[in-house]
Protein backbone atom coordinates (compact mmCIF):
# COMPACT_ATOMS: atom_id res chain seq x y z
CA UNK A 1 0.00 0.00 0.00
CA UNK A 2 1.07 3.78 -0.56
CA UNK A 3 0.09 5.31 2.41
CA UNK A 4 1.35 8.84 2.87
CA UNK A 5 4.30 8.15 0.35
CA UNK A 6 5.02 11.36 -0.94
CA UNK A 7 6.29 12.25 -4.60
CA UNK A 8 5.82 11.35 -8.14
CA UNK A 9 7.79 7.92 -9.76
CA UNK A 10 7.38 9.11 -13.48
CA UNK A 11 8.04 5.43 -14.27
CA UNK A 12 11.76 5.51 -13.47
CA UNK A 13 14.00 3.89 -11.14
CA UNK A 14 15.37 6.46 -8.47
CA UNK A 15 18.93 7.22 -9.16
CA UNK A 16 17.11 7.86 -12.54
CA UNK A 17 14.37 10.15 -11.13
CA UNK A 18 16.90 12.07 -9.06
CA UNK A 19 19.21 12.62 -11.88
CA UNK A 20 16.30 14.66 -13.58
CA UNK A 21 15.21 16.34 -10.70
CA UNK A 22 18.84 17.62 -10.31
CA UNK A 23 18.64 18.41 -13.38
CA UNK A 24 15.65 20.49 -13.46
CA UNK A 25 16.20 22.07 -10.44
CA UNK A 26 20.04 23.07 -11.90
CA UNK A 27 18.23 24.56 -15.29
CA UNK A 28 15.98 26.93 -12.60
CA UNK A 29 18.88 27.99 -10.91
CA UNK A 30 20.74 28.91 -14.26
CA UNK A 31 17.96 30.37 -15.97
CA UNK A 32 15.43 31.59 -13.58
CA UNK A 33 12.70 29.96 -15.86
CA UNK A 34 12.22 27.12 -17.68
CA UNK A 35 9.62 25.12 -18.98
CA UNK A 36 8.47 21.47 -18.25
CA UNK A 37 5.79 18.97 -18.08
CA UNK A 38 3.06 19.94 -15.05
CA UNK A 39 4.06 17.56 -12.90
CA UNK A 40 7.73 17.51 -13.22
CA UNK A 41 7.53 21.29 -12.14
CA UNK A 42 5.80 21.07 -9.07
CA UNK A 43 8.09 18.13 -7.90
CA UNK A 44 11.04 19.99 -8.91
CA UNK A 45 9.61 23.22 -7.02
CA UNK A 46 9.75 21.53 -4.29
CA UNK A 47 13.09 20.62 -4.57
CA UNK A 48 13.99 23.80 -5.41
CA UNK A 49 12.50 25.61 -2.48
CA UNK A 50 14.55 23.90 -0.22
CA UNK A 51 17.84 24.99 -2.13
CA UNK A 52 17.26 28.31 -1.65
CA UNK A 53 16.02 28.10 1.47
CA UNK A 54 19.81 27.36 2.14
CA UNK A 55 20.74 30.10 -0.04
CA UNK A 56 18.77 32.36 1.77
CA UNK A 57 20.77 30.75 5.43
CA UNK A 58 23.92 31.24 3.89
CA UNK A 59 26.85 29.05 5.82
CA UNK A 60 29.03 26.47 4.86
CA UNK A 61 26.98 23.68 5.99
CA UNK A 62 24.07 25.03 4.10
CA UNK A 63 26.40 25.99 0.74
CA UNK A 64 27.87 22.46 1.30
CA UNK A 65 24.36 20.55 1.71
CA UNK A 66 23.65 22.94 -1.57
CA UNK A 67 26.54 21.37 -3.45
CA UNK A 68 25.69 17.30 -2.58
CA UNK A 69 22.53 18.05 -4.25
CA UNK A 70 23.87 20.38 -7.22
CA UNK A 71 27.45 19.80 -7.86
CA UNK A 72 27.86 22.62 -10.04
CA UNK A 73 29.72 25.66 -8.25
CA UNK A 74 28.83 28.11 -10.62
CA UNK A 75 24.92 27.38 -9.79
CA UNK A 76 25.57 27.20 -6.52
CA UNK A 77 27.44 30.39 -6.73
CA UNK A 78 25.29 32.42 -8.24
CA UNK A 79 21.88 30.48 -5.83
CA UNK A 80 24.27 32.27 -2.93
CA UNK A 81 25.60 35.47 -4.00
CA UNK A 82 22.34 36.88 -6.14
CA UNK A 83 18.82 34.64 -6.00
CA UNK A 84 18.91 34.28 -2.59
CA UNK A 85 19.57 38.13 -1.41
CA UNK A 86 16.46 39.06 -3.49
CA UNK A 87 14.27 36.28 -1.02
CA UNK A 88 16.02 36.61 2.31
CA UNK A 89 12.64 39.00 3.47
CA UNK A 90 10.53 35.97 2.12
CA UNK A 91 9.63 32.45 4.77
CA UNK A 92 9.15 30.40 1.37
CA UNK A 93 6.77 30.28 -2.39
CA UNK A 94 9.82 31.47 -4.12
CA UNK A 95 8.56 29.93 -7.21
CA UNK A 96 5.79 30.03 -9.38
CA UNK A 97 4.03 27.77 -11.55
CA UNK A 98 1.94 28.93 -14.78
CA UNK A 99 0.34 26.75 -16.71
CA UNK A 100 0.84 26.87 -20.53
CA UNK A 101 -0.45 24.49 -22.73
CA UNK A 102 -0.75 20.63 -23.75
CA UNK A 103 2.00 19.05 -25.61
CA UNK A 104 1.26 18.34 -29.52
CA UNK A 105 3.07 15.00 -29.26
CA UNK A 106 1.72 13.46 -25.85
CA UNK A 107 -1.19 16.45 -24.49
CA UNK A 108 1.17 16.33 -21.45
CA UNK A 109 0.12 19.69 -19.67
CA UNK A 110 3.22 22.05 -19.85
CA UNK A 111 3.71 24.63 -17.52
CA UNK A 112 6.43 27.60 -16.91
CA UNK A 113 8.29 27.01 -13.50
CA UNK A 114 9.86 30.50 -12.70
CA UNK A 115 10.66 32.79 -9.99
CA UNK A 116 8.19 35.07 -8.38
CA UNK A 117 9.99 37.86 -9.28
CA UNK A 118 11.01 36.80 -12.88
CA UNK A 119 9.56 39.54 -14.86
CA UNK A 120 11.15 42.63 -12.64
CA UNK A 121 14.63 40.78 -13.42
CA UNK A 122 13.85 40.87 -16.92
CA UNK A 123 12.63 44.12 -17.80
CA UNK A 124 16.21 45.49 -16.50
CA UNK A 125 18.15 43.05 -18.43
CA UNK A 126 16.64 43.53 -21.87
CA UNK A 127 16.49 47.37 -21.29
CA UNK A 128 20.77 47.56 -21.13
CA UNK A 129 20.52 44.42 -24.59
CA UNK A 130 18.28 46.69 -26.25
CA UNK A 131 20.10 49.78 -25.23
CA UNK A 132 23.73 47.83 -25.90
CA UNK A 133 22.44 46.84 -29.23
CA UNK A 134 21.22 49.94 -30.89
CA UNK A 135 24.53 51.63 -30.14
CA UNK A 136 26.76 49.16 -32.26
CA UNK A 137 24.45 49.25 -35.16
CA UNK A 138 24.21 52.81 -35.56
CA UNK A 139 28.34 52.94 -35.78
CA UNK A 140 28.18 50.04 -38.20
CA UNK A 141 25.61 52.06 -40.47
CA UNK A 142 27.49 54.93 -40.39
CA UNK A 143 30.73 52.97 -41.55
CA UNK A 144 29.05 51.80 -44.26
CA UNK A 145 28.20 55.48 -45.99
CA UNK A 146 31.99 56.58 -45.35
Not at 2 to 7: A, C, E, L, Q, S
Amino acid sequence: MRHKVDGKLFGRTANQRKALLKGIVSSLLEHQRIETTLIKAKEARKIAEKIITMGIKGDLHSKRLALSYIPNRTVIANLFKDIAPRFSGRNGGYLRIVRTRNRVNDGAPMAVLEFIDYEQIKKPKEEKKAKAETKPKEGKKEEAKK
